[in-house]
């Protein structure tokens, strides 16, 4: 199982960016996905989690309302999809995934990780 995740960069708060994590080696739309986010000095943390079949979505209360997770999996893509972005959100963002159909939010519930994208949000 490989995930590749791009999109990342530097933008303004209040602007917006699309995160992309194309996966491969495995049967994707058989398995959950989630985005995590890891800021410097601190713990990774769960972002947002969409379900194999992209029918069930759960987002941390932070980026609720705000960030929207999407998947095509006739694409073996997973998006994240940021608006009104805060300084806060500046990150090094990952994605995630694993087999099942429950809801998963912790780090240790994912068995495969990419490599991290690096997102900048400027006052």
């Known amino acids: 199982v490989q995930l590749q995740a791009s999109g990342g960069g530097l933008a303004q708060a209040g602007g917006s960016l699309r995160l992309s994590c194309a996966a491969s080696?495995?049967?994707?739309?058989?398995?959950?996905m989630g985005w995590f986010r890891q800021a410097p000095g601190k713990e990774r943390e769960f972002v947002a989690f969409?379900?194999?079949?992209?029918?069930?979505?759960y987002y941390a209360p932070s980026v609720k309302g705000r960030f929207t997770i999407s998947r095509d999996n006739a694409k073996n893509t997973a998006y994240l999809q940021m608006n009104s972005l805060k300084p806060e959100d500046t990150a090094v963002y990952y994605c995630?995934?694993?087999?099942?159909?429950?809801?998963?939010?912790?780090?240790?519930?994912?068995?495969?990780w990419g490599q991290g994208t690096q997102v900048t949000v400027s006052s």
């Open positions: 969409i379900n194999w079949k992209g029918d069930r979505e």
């Open positions: 995630a995934t694993r087999e099942g159909s429950f809801y998963y939010i912790l780090t240790t519930e994912y068995h495969y």
């Open positions: 080696g495995h049967t994707f739309s058989r398995y959950a």
